[in-house]
């Protein structure tokens, strides 16, 4: 039974380290032409037909010798007669995919909907660029100065490498994701589309207008983004934190916390601490996911969302404002394909500049630490990824005949509605607009009132009238779970599990130095507790970075294997061994550090941490018989055995 156990274990390890070892995922170019095939696409209510194929395309267009590059395309099958063009969608970002889209079952009742993969992001190559991942993820502060010079360091060095490896980066522009559109269109056998954008979405769709217009039926923009707005303008947001003032005056929760929101804000953004108690917070940080978490006040956007971020401002709490900074670790660093992100957003690289030059934020409510964020601040990375030959005609608007509707928030502090009003809607000569009280950037419009959000877009792409049945949606300022009950929360159970596996682990030590575990209560132990005292382990890591160590990520092989491949090491051995020895001990803890490192290149993102629990726990009890010799018991039962037969 031991050896078999042995083996078992052993074929464990050697699976974790060939999952650590498999090639990165790729898509491949397909040999032959453009063809479909039979799929199904998940939506709200479940599972629909579709149809999906890959079209091949130039990386270049303008480089007749470049090389070609494949892009997943699906069509969501329309559900009964087709009675109107089909519905090509385009995600926002930049730098997120363009193939999720779980909303289309509202749009499939007589309209087939596209989704066509962005070149860079969800085709055959992608500009991943984990230079910046790791700059980011390591950062003392994400918009502090030595944070935004690695930052915008780590976007040269990635884009040096991209280039090496052989890939033409000019080649990832605006205007070449619209070919990309159009070269499916046709592929598909379409005649006039509808197009369907969102946020910076709406930038690829102003474009596709201006360049193929004869191929266009309708098109409807949510959260619209014109040329030269990938930089938040510090006045316009503070508008519209002025809106939400008005709006807390009207409500008696609000009210009678504050008489005024904005100089509320203004104040605790001016000073936020550096501590609560032992642990860090990040002064970026805390205004970087507080501009984010502005976007959105619907509670399914919770707890970044503006009346949490609202909560967190009037209370003051350290707590609260902790919580934000962890938040901004936790969700900023890998939210984009940061290479596309900077292809893309390089179109409006010198609105950027000029923003710079005229010295940046002059002292707005929050500080306009987004912008620099994404930017990299002065010199930022617009001065170190290349600028596509493609972008220079698509910087400035363009007059439109294509029928447009713009649908916005009225407290969108993403794209804020008042851009189109002024600067898109007059070149539009068949352009109508809607703007929703008192919702935020595209996640409020999906949110609030399905029906009527399918009625508003149905309507306009068959018919091209505008009919809206929407009604306000009061903001409420009163969240369900506040920012500062979440840091307390979170500090808490991480604080909990990090002690109860300190002095669980202890208890186990003591134990065995006076008495051995019984072999039925100690093979429970070892492989029943390793997954406690693995992510208990971490905790305590977790602690030391949130109180020493601010330039750690706590999802970094560096701070996840030591401390689950010690956790785990010592209470395997204690649960195993004979006695308390320390050769033997350091061996276990040793093998269960190593196998911790094999199992977190196992698996990516969050799954990294059960595997890496697993192979530390599978190393450690494979360390452990080489010092833990059979009973006396067990012998004599052998050689009973032996002279038996």
């Known amino acids: 039974m031991r050896r078999i156990s042995i083996v078992i274990l052993a074929v464990v390890m050697a699976a974790l380290g060939l999952l650590g070892l498999r090639p990165a995922e790729t898509f491949d170019v397909p040999a032959g032409g453009f063809s ?44 009964g007669a087709v009675t109107g063009a089909p519905i090509f969608r385009l995600n926002g970002g930049p730098g997120a995919t363009n193939l999720e889209f779980p909303q289309a079952g509202r749009l499939i009742d007589g309209h087939d909907v596209v989704l066509v993969g962005y070149r860079g992001v969800d085709g055959s190559r992608r500009l991943d660029c984990p230079e910046v991942d790791r700059a980011l993820q390591r950062s003392a502060d994400l918009a502090g100065a030595d944070g935004l010079r690695a930052a915008t360091a780590a976007f040269g060095a990635c884009a040096e490498r991209l280039t090496g490896d052989g890939v033409d980066l000019t080649g990832y522009s605006i205007a070449q994701r619209v070919d990309d559109l159009e070269a499916a269109r046709v592929a598909l056998g379409y005649g006039r589309i509808n197009l369907l954008s969102s946020s910076a979405g709406t930038r690829t769709a102003m474009i596709y207008s201006w360049r193929y217009p004869a191929s266009l039926e309708r098109s409807a923009m949510i959260s619209v983004n014109p040329p030269g707005h990938f930089v938040w303008d510090p006045a316009i947001t503070d508008r519209q934190i002025g809106r939400y003032a008005e709006l807390c005056r009207q409500d008696s929760g609000c009210s009678g916390r504050t008489p005024d929101l904005t100089d509320a804000m203004r104040k605790v953004a001016a000073d936020v601490p550096d501590r609560w108690g032992p642990l860090r917070i990040k002064d970026g940080n805390v205004r970087v996911a507080g501009m984010y978490g502005m976007f959105l006040n619907g509670p399914g956007a919770a707890p970044l969302n503006a009346p949490t971020l609202i909560d967190a401002y009037l209370s003051g709490d350290p707590a609260a404002l902790w ?112 703007i929703l009280p008192e919702l935020g950037h ?64 202890a208890a186990m030590l003591l134990r065995v130095r ?16 390793p997954a406690l005292f693995g992510v208990g382990g971490w905790c305590c890591a977790i602690l030391l970075v949130w109180t020493a160590g601010p330039a750690a990520f706590i999802g970094s092989a560096a701070v ?21 020895r ?46 833990r010799p059979q009973s006396p018991t067990a012998g004599r039962l052998s050689a009973t055995s032996a002279t038996a037969g």
């Not at 419009?445 to 018919?463: N, V």
């Not at 006076?514 to 507790?529: E, I, K, Q, S, V």
Request: include cysteine.
């Open 36 to 79: 479909l095939r039979d799929c199904d696409y998940e939506v709200e209510t479940g599972t629909v037909a579709a149809d999906c194929g890959t079209i091949v395309v130039p990386e270049n267009r303008r480089d007749p010798g470049s090389d070609q590059i494949a892009l997943p395309v699906i069509r969501i099958r329309a559900t």
């Open 582 to 627: 320390l050769l033997p001990l350091a061996v276990t803890v040793a093998a269960a550090v190593a196998g911790a490192a094999i199992g977190y290149w196992a698996l990516p993102d969050i799954a990294a941490l059960a595997t890496t629990i697993v192979g530390a726990a599978v190393a450690a009890n494979l360390a452990l018989p080489a010092f």
């Open 514 to 529: 006076r008495r051995a575990f019984g072999p039925r209560a100690g093979m429970w132990l070892r492989f029943l507790t």
């Open 442 to 505: 595209t996640g409020d419009f999906w949110e609030h009132q399905p029906a009527a959000g399918s009625h508003l877009l149905t309507t306009f792409f068959d018919t091209g009238q505008v009919s809206s049945q929407f009604t306000p949606r009061p903001v409420d300022f009163s969240p369900a779970v506040g920012m500062s009950a979440l840091g307390r929360y979170l500090f808490g159970i991480v604080a909990g599990l990090a002690l109860l596996t300190v002095v669980l682990v």
């Open 560 to 580: 996840a294997v030591p401390s689950v491949g010690l956790a785990v090491g010592l209470s395997t051995y204690a649960a195993g061994a004979r006695d308390l």
């Open 323 to 434: 919580a934000l900074s962890v938040l901004g670790d936790l969700v900023l660093p890998t939210s984009f394909v940061w290479g596309e992100f900077a292809s893309f957003g390089m179109i409006d690289a010198p609105a950027a500049e000029r923003y710079y030059a005229a010295g940046g934020d002059h002292g707005s409510v929050l500080g306009n630490k987004a912008t620099d964020l994404l930017w990299g601040g002065p010199g930022g990375f617009f001065e170190k990824w290349p600028d596509s030959p493609d972008n220079a005609a698509y910087r400035s608007l363009q007059p439109s005949d294509v029928p447009t509707l713009l649908i916005g928030g009225s407290l969108d502090f993403s794209t804020p509605a008042e851009l189109a009003t002024r600067e898109l809607l007059p070149t539009l000569s068949r352009g109508q607009q809607v």
